[in-house]
C-alpha cells in the first residue's frame, strides 16, 4: 500500500490544491491531506478546524483521499502514518528554490522519505491563497478559482466589512 501525504497550511484550499489532490490520487493507493499551523511564518486566517473542514468537504467524492492534521515536523508525521512520500504542487520557477531545499531538509531529516512535485493545471499557476483573500476582500470575483464552501467561508469572514467599504465609498 502506498501512501502519500500532501501537507500545506492550506489557508484556504483553492482549487489549484484540488487539482494536485486529483493528479496525486490517482498516483497513490491513499492520500493524506496534512494540514498544519507549524509554518511559523504564516498567520492563517481560517482556524485550524475550518481549514479540515473546507478539504473534507472538497474531496467527500475521492475514495482514497483522507484529511487530517499534525502538529511539529512533517517528517515525523509522515512515519508516524506509515506514509513514505510527500506529495508537493511546483507552480512556477519561483516555488522551487524554497521546496527543493525543503525536500532537501526533509531528507536529510529521514532519508526514506521521498518528496515528489506535481505540476497544477496551467490556469491554476498563478494562483495563491493570499491572493484569493485579497481578492475576495476587496470584492472581486474568484470563480472557477476556489471551491464553492471557500467562496462562503471567506465571504462569511469577510463580507460585512465589503459592504461597509462600499457603504463608505457611496
Ligand atoms: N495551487 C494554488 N496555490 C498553491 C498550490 C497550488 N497547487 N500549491 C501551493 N500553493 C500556494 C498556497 O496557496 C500558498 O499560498 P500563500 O503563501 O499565499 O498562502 C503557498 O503556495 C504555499 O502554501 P502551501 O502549499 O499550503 O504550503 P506551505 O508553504 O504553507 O506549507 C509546510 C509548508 C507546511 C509543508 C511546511 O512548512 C512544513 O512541513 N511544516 C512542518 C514543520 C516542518 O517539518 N518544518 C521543516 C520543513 S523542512
Not at 28 to 43: C, E, G, L, M, Y
Not at 93 to 98: G, L, R, T
Not at 101 to 118: G, V
Amino acid at each position: 500500500m502506498k501512501i502519500a501525504v500532501y501537507p500545506g497550511t492550506f489557508d484556504p484550499p483553492t482549487n489549484g490544491h484540488l487539482d494536485i489532490i486529483k493528479r496525486a490520487s490517482l498516483l497513490f493507493d491513499r492520500i493524506i491531506i496534512a494540514v498544519t499551523d507549524s509554518n511559523t511564518h504564516k498567520n492563517p486566517t481560517f482556524d485550524i478546524d475550518t481549514r479540515l473542514e473546507i478539504l473534507k468537504e472538497i474531496t467527500k467524492k475521492m475514495n482514497n483521499v483522507t484529511v487530517d492534521s499534525f502538529h511539529g515536523l512533517l517528517v515525523d508525521y509522515v512515519k508516524s502514518v506509515k506514509a513514505t512520500v510527500i506529495v508537493r504542487g511546483l507552480r512556477v520557477i519561483s516555488d522551487f528554490e524554497f521546496e527543493f531545499q525543503m525536500a532537501l531538509m526533509n531528507r536529510k531529516l529521514d532519508k526514506n522519505i521521498e518528496t515528489i512535485f506535481l505540476m497544477p493545471d496551467e490556469k491554476f499557476t498563478y494562483l495563491s491563497s493570499s491572493v484569493v483573500k485579497e481578492i475576495v476582500h476587496l470584492g472581486g470575483n474568484m470563480e472557477c478559482l476556489i471551491p464553492e464552501i471557500v467562496k462562503e467561508k471567506l465571504l462569511e469572514k469577510y463580507g460585512n466589512k465589503n459592504r461597509d467599504s462600499v457603504k463608505k465609498a457611496r
